[in-house]
Every structure is written in C-alpha cells, then in structure tokens.
C-alpha cells in the first residue's frame, strides 16, 4: 500500500483516478478543498508546499487537475494563454520541482494532458498546446528525477461521464469509461515505467 | 517572389534560412536591430505590432529566434521558466496572432522549436518543454487560419555552424549544414504544406 496524494479528488478525472488506486492510502486535495482532506492551488507554488509539508511522507502524486480557457485562436486574449500555462503547464511542473523535495525514494508522480494536442478541435488550441508541452515535460524530465522517482502523463480522450459537459464540441470522438482511465492512473502509479504518456482513447 | 519577413536574420538559424529564400525579397529584424531593416522584441506585442505595421504587405514570416534558459530541472527557477515561455513559446505565438492583422492572403508562418523535445538533454528542460508547445501549437492552429494562412515549424538539430558552441553539450549528435535547414523554411514558405513539423537531423 502506498500513500498517493490525489489532486482534483472530487472532480470526474479525478473519480476516474480514483477507480485505478484502490490498493492504496489515498490522501485527497483539491482548489476548493470541498470534501477533500487539504486544500491546495496548484498554480501558487506556496500553496503546494503547504500541501505537501502538512501531508508529511507520501509516494505518489497524482494529479487530475489543470485549468484551460477556450476561445478561437483569434479571440484568444494573452490573459487567457496565461491562465492557461500559469495552471495546466506551470502548475504541473511545480508540483514536480517542489514535491521533489518531500517524495519518498522510489516515489512517482502521475500529470494529466488531454487527447486535444494529437486530436484537435476548435476552441482548444491553449489546452491542445499546453497539453503538448506536458507530455514533451514528461518524456524529457523524467531522465533528471533522483532516488528512483518515476513520472508519467495520462493523456485521456473525453470521458463517458463527462460526455455531457464536452459531447457538443467534441463531434467524432468516443468517450471512454472513467474507469479505463483509472487503470492507465493505476500502471503509472503501480508499475515501473517511467516518462511516458500513457494515452486512453478509442 | 514573395516578401518575407525574416526575424533573427544575423543569428546562425538566420543565416541558415536565408540559405533557402533566395528567390525572394527578404526584410530582415533582429532585437538588438544591428545590421538589419528593423528592430523587434518578440516578446513584446507592441512590439512585433510595431514590426508588421513598418513593414506593411508582406506574405511570409520567418522567424529563427526564441529566447531559452538552460539550467538542470531541480535548479530551474520560476523566474527561468518564465523567460524561456515568454520567448520560445508565447513570443511565437503573438507572432502568429498580431501578424493575422497584416499577412497577404495565402501567406505563411514559419516558426522554430529544436530537436531536444524528441532527444533530450541535461540542461535543456526549458527548451525541450516549449519545443514541444510549440510543435504541438502549429500542428493545432494550422485548422484555424483563414484566408488560406498556412503555418509551419522547422524544428533542426544542431547546426555545423553552431557547433562549437553547443556540441560540448550534445555528445552524440550529429550536426547538419545551416543550408540543409534552410532547405526545410524554403519548403516551408515556397510549398503548400501547413501544419507540419518539418525535422532536420541527421
């Protein structure tokens, strides 16, 4: 059994993460902290070494968040590209470079992306480009982690659960069950691989 | 011939794509502006406004330019990441956004990542993450541009010419002719492909 601190606990990805982690001592956060045993802001680097002093000793990160703005390319304001990269690309990268400092030997964190950077569609191109440079974060860094650490990436496709929210702009696609999602968390968490983007999609 | 509009033109990238535009009329911009018809910060809209509007028609954007910081991820700070975004990945970007307001119909975009997203490299994490967004950027946004706009990236290795200065840092690559590169941004500006990540290694 490992202790896996679980971000966005409360959220469908995070339910879908959830179904893949069930052997383990889950410890939940989120923005909100609703339900969840911590708050945390993953775009405020003080806010996740909080989070992660008041957690202690853990061995896996999983993270299922990542704030996007969506508009046309044309419309897309810099506030907009901002928020996006401070959230879903800086946001996970400084839960690696400081969660480095608390993780146990052996320990792994597992990011999230989105099948829209090899999958396009209109609206997305911040989620579509951030997306992008998670999974080319992933595959790079993941030769610098000390102690053993791993680091992989689950870049799901829209999930059945949340095919009411998404369906309308995502003609074509076929939304998969969260709890196949779950198991890609699941093999990143429990399995030795490392740098890799573990894609689910149909 | 087409009016291009070639930014980093003294740079060894410039130099390599100049190699490929010949048979066009080239205008040259630079930041520091030394040696070229004008002066741009790509990190500045107003700036690459100020650019487009001294210029007035053009058909191609050619930039060889984008800023990185190199540091090994565990000693990366949020000020290096920021510089390396601001340049590489969002510099790029407003180059396309400001530069729709002023392109011919039928024009293009050329823009530069580098190989180190698809091999990385110790040191070169920053560099590797907005390689990877930016590659990632072109092939989403090419869906978007109207007026028959195409974009490309050229994303090479190391250049013969730029080898004493990077090869000490990249053992094991083989680096190419800047001509061979420039090959890449004249099939990039001359043909009719859009959305590619055009790679030149060796």
Redesign the interface.
Known sequence: MKTVILIGANGKMGQAALTGLKNHRIITASRSGDGCDHIVDITS?SSIKGLFERVGKFDAVVNTVGYCEYA???E?T?AQ?DTT?QSK??GQ??L??VG?DYINDGGSFTLISGI??VK?I?L??AD??????I???V???A????RGIRINVVNPTVLEEAWGVYGEMMPGFQPVPGALVGKAFERSVDGFITGKVLFVDA
Chains 1, 2 share one sequence.
Do not use: R, Y
């Open positions: 680097k046309s390319f044309s897309m810099s590209w990269i690309l800086l990268i400084n690696v470079k480095l829209l950077n396009p209109p997305a191109i579509a480009t951030t997306s992008g440079a999974d080319t974060f595959q790079c860094v030769h610098e982690l000390p």
